[in-house]
């Protein structure tokens, strides 16, 4: 069947008509939706974005949107995770390409991505593409979609990704060293891996394998230490990766230090562009346990002679993209036509992301680990200052060969990026804008922007986004004020870029982040715990509450706008009283805020409670949200689905702990915790796994579980944190051990083969 899809792809694949041009370098990172709950992909793609990545890459798993042989979900129908029409419409929102695979295998995934069926069914492979085509062939770059490379085309009006494809781990702590090898082909693609933390819809990992896959962002969002290897390389590729396709190692042309060898772990290598004196590039790799330090000898293409950089520091298992012979006209900087032909880089001892210039400055954008230098040949003097990390620098100038010398301070943070502007002349007319940092989405936002003369403020207009308006208000000669309406379908987090225009030159620029009128949380909700490393908000939030006497409910708010504004917060559900019921908040400019309210329960019962959070005023917020009460000294027995798969969890609670279990893989049980700590004391991958689903219902407060040869019991005991497992045959061999952690001691029990304890004690 393998085979029978290889030649499939091979013989419906398109070829690109025409003499092959040279394609740009194509860095993606892997994102398969699957793995993650519907509502965090909105917030990652937004991050992956920002943080300069513009192609995603993604498997489409057969089995798991064949539902059964010709029955399809592609929206979501049985599971939000099954969306693939809503995260395509996603990329397309967001200008993110989409570099699709749409044939198994599939990486850790059941069965490798194939039905049960495939395997006796050729007719179904053919299915299967149909399918997909339907779905997908509208959705391609030629049809102005996201949809730019798939892998064996399968009939799509587009090619393949650009080979070769290496892969490196975000999660590997010598991933920048490998991302930058990869550069040295200076061809084909880079594909990140592991970037974010995955999680399996349990029982859809491959047997024996993880429910969470670790990556370099945890399931909450926050970074680890090796995602810094993805910003540095992210930030590189951005402007530096058109440019990348079109550059070649030249043999006799090795990079070598003035004196003795390179140590052994540090090794240089110069690609060059086509064009004759060309920009340049130095890739440094220092892959040894010491720093290197010395002056280097390369290839100064625009002379015709070696040119000796001086004094290079590569800290240990760093590296750097160090630039020589860079044009300011054209190349890394599109808005630098100002300059002459001649005026270039030199070289630079720090790593060079970005250029800019606007209003007489040119802005440079550095990865610099340590303090470095940039040699500038320009034709006349610049006017000056200099300034370095939004310090007043000193730097030299050579009146006899017209070269600045400008310090480059270290960097800041794991990403070491540091920007220093110099200004080169002072300009004929100029334009600003005046504390451009946010805006409002689906709201009237005031930007304030500031002209050198009435007449250029006249002449000028404001360059928007598709999609956005402005009407200008002039506020004096020189000063007009833009009334900009941001669409109410712009994502949270994005960035857009504005600018100002006048006789057909961009004057003034800012790139502005979105934000929605108001951000809530739930502090206070259900956190899904897998081994103390990995948590997940359960959505819509859940909270236990006390079954007599309510509970009091967190409301964290952060006011986005730049100003002071007055929120109304309304509650109410089925069966709960909310007090007070109405509620007015007044928030300063971008401040957070805690608002609580009562909540109590109206009847007696355990069962879930829908309730809703309705926010108005200069916001229109509707939040859903879920309570258990618990009486004291007992425990209630429910299902949710948790984790956004599609699933439901069964759930054994009381005012001291809570257990979760799955239905599939056996009944895994998922989660043991101290509700005083909210830790959890099972290891990632749960306990009691199996294979297969079996039946689960409450039974008198317990869970009983029901498979072919078996039935378990499960009770969770009314005042304590001991859970009692009970089976007509004996139980899987035990995985779990007594310990202690945090102060917390977990107490593991086999009586008999058929029966476990599992207790909690402090």
Not at 110 to 119: I, L, M, N, S, T
Not at 140 to 147: A, E, F, L
Not at 185 to 210: H, K, M, N, T, Y
Not at 362 to 391: D, I, N, T
Request: some cysteine; proline content about 8%; aromatic content about 8%.
């Amino acid at each position: 069947m393998r085979l029978f899809l290889l030649f499939l792809a091979c013989a419906c694949a398109v070829p690109l008509p025409g003499k092959a041009e040279p394609r740009p370098y194509v860095q993606a990172v892997e994102f398969p939706y699957y793995l993650y709950p519907r509502t965090l992909w909105e917030r990652e793609l937004v991050w992956l974005k920002t943080v300069g990545i513009d192609t995603i890459e993604f498997s489409v798993p057969w089995n798991w949107h064949e539902i059964e042989a010709g029955t399809w979900d592609f929206t979501g129908r049985t599971s939000p995770r099954r969306d693939l029409a809503g995260f395509v419409r996603l990329l397309r929102r967001l200008n993110l390409r989409a570099w699709v695979r749409p044939l198994p295998p599939v990486k850790g995934w059941v069965g490798g991505g194939y039905p049960p069926w495939a395997g006796q069914d050729r007719a179904a492979a053919r299915r299967w593409i149909a399918e997909l085509k339907g779905l997908l062939d509208t959705q391609t770059v030629n049809h102005g979609g996201p949809i730019a490379f798939m892998e064996g085309a399968a009939g799509f009006d587009v090619p393949g990704p650009p080979l070769p494809v290496s892969t490196v781990s975000a999660a590997d702590p010598e991933a920048l060293v490998r991302s930058r090898r990869a550069l040295s082909a200076a061809r084909g693609s880079l594909l990140w891996e592991d970037v974010e933390d995955a999680l399996f819809p349990v029982g859809w990992e491959a047997p024996g394998g993880p429910i969470v896959r670790h990556g370099a962002v945890s399931l909450n969002g926050d970074e680890r230490p090796s995602v810094a290897a993805l910003r540095i390389q992210a930030a590189l590729l951005r402007h530096w990766g058109p440019l990348l396709g079109d550059m070649r190692t030249r043999s006799g042309r090795a990079v070598e230090p003035v004196s003795g060898k390179f140590p052994p772990g540090v090794t240089a290598e110069q690609l060059f562009s086509a064009a004759p004196h060309g920009t340049s590039a130095i890739n440094l790799i220092n892959q040894s346990k010491q720093p290197f330090q010395g002056a280097m000898r390369v290839w100064y293409s625009r002379a015709g002679h070696y040119l000796e950089i001086p004094s290079v520091l590569v800290p240990p298992g760093e590296a750097l993209w160090l630039p020589v012979n860079a044009a300011l006209a054209g190349g890394l900087c599109g808005d630098c036509s100002a300059f002459a032909t001649t005026e270039h880089i030199i070289y630079a001892t720090a790593e060079l992301q970005a250029i800019e210039f606007e209003n007489g400055i040119l802005a440079m954008e550095f990865c610099a680990p340590v303090a470095g230098e940039v040699l500038l040949q320009l034709s006349h003097e610049p006017s000056g200052p200099l300034l370095a990390a939004g310090h007043p620098t000193k730097f030299d100038w050579d009146e006899k060969t017209f070269r600045a010398r400008l310090p480059i301070p270290a960097g800041q943070g794991a990403s070491h990026r540091v920007r220093i502007g110099l200004a080169i002349e002072p300009p004929e007319s100029s334009a600003f804008f005046v504390d451009a940092h946010r805006l409002i989405i689906g709201r009237r936002n005031v930007l304030s922007t500031s002209y050198s003369s009435a007449e250029l403020a006249e002449r000028s207009r404001l360059r928007l986004p598709e999609g956005y308006t402005a009407s200008p208000m002039v506020k004096s000669p020189t000063e007009i004020e833009y009334a900009v309406d941001v669409p109410a379908d712009a994502l949270h987090g994005d960035w857009v870029n504005l600018a100002i225009e006048a006789d057909g030159v961009a004057l003034g620029r800012a790139r502005v982040q979105l934000f929605r009128p108001l951000s809530v949380r739930l502090p206070d909700a259900v956190k899904l715990d897998y081994g103390g490393h990995s948590q997940l908000m359960a959505e819509p939030p859940l909270i236990p509450m006390d079954a007599r006497n309510g509970r009091n409910l967190d409301l964290s708010l952060r006011n986005n706008y730049a100003q002071i504004q007055t929120f109304g917060v309304e509650a109410g559900g089925d069966g709960l009283r909310f007090f007070p019921p109405k509620t007015e908040i007044s928030m300063g400019a971008v401040m957070d805020r805690s608002a609580e309210i009562r909540v109590f329960p109206e009847k007696d019962g355990s069962e879930l409670r829908d309730a809703r959070i309705v926010i108005s005023g200069a916001a229109k917020v509707e939040l859903p949200v879920r309570f258990v009460p618990v009486p004291r000294g007992q425990t209630v027995a429910y299902s949710a689905d948790l984790d956004g798969d599609g699933y439901l969890e069964w759930v054994l609670e009381n005012q001291r702990a809570r257990a979760i279990f799955s239905a599939r893989d056996g009944g895994r049980w998922l989660e043991f915790v101290w509700k005083d700590s909210g830790r959890n004391l099972l290891p990632e991958e749960g306990a009691f796994a199996g294979s297969g689903t079996v039946e689960v219902r409450v039974a008198d407060g317990a869970l009983e579980f029901s498979a072919r040869d078996w039935r378990r019991t499960v009770r969770l005991a009314g005042g304590e944190a001991r859970l009692t497992v009970e089976q007509t045959t004996p139980l899987p061999p035990e995985t779990l051990k007594s310990r202690k952690q945090d102060e917390i001691h977990f107490e593991v029990g086999r009586p008999t083969p058929a029966r476990a304890v599992y207790t909690l004690a402090r």
